[in-house]
């Protein structure tokens, strides 16, 4: 045996091996489903960058049809739209399951630290209270969550998550965004400062 690994150490070299030892592990470990979404996320947060404000829409009005637009809070209790407005809103739609949404949680993270109390963080989840929950005390991230009780209005309607936007204290939509994103970003904080 010990022949074995000399002769294939030989004919790859040391580096060349190293390399493929590595590759092999990366490889299982996107096979195994626990370390399967860390690693996804990982890969996913080191590419990920601010969004662009300037490619962005123009700031465009929130419709008034929107203030019913009913919300339950992780206690149960009932929040409607109107009742949020008044300062900057960070709206993101997310999931425990998808990485992507995942990959941004740290940096929304930050974003909430830095501008709780100032801006209105909306993380709005369609999964069960039970299982954000678990989620959230796995990373430790304390941002609101909510729960939509009704149909999303269209104007933040979208077929992809995470999809996120941000309102500011006119009530005008400033940025949308569709995919993952650095939310901790000057960008944003230029937007937050704004106000």
Known sequence: MKNFFKRIIRKRGRKKLIGDLVFAVVILFFLIPSTRMYLSSSIIRLFSMSPSIESNLKE????????????????????????????????????????????????????????????????????SGEKVRAFLDKHDYDFPIYYTLEQTPQVFSSSSIPATFIIN???????????????????????????
Not at 95 to 119: F, H, R
Not at 170 to 194: C, M, Q, R, T
């Open 169 to 195: 204290t006119n009530g005008n939509l400033v940025l949308k965004h569709f995919g993952v994103a650095d939310w901790d970003s000057d960008n944003v904080h230029e937007i937050f400062d704004k106000d």
């Open 60 to 127: 465009v009005a929130i419709p008034t049809s929107v203030d019913n637009w009913e919300l339950r809070k992780r206690d149960g209790s009932i929040v409607h739209f109107k009742d949020l407005r008044g300062k900057p809103i960070f709206i993101n739609f997310w999931a425990t399951w998808c990485p992507p949404c995942v990959a941004e949680m740290p940096s929304i993270q930050k974003l909430y630290d830095k501008y709780k109390g100032k801006v209105n963080f909306i993380l709005v989840s369609n999964e």
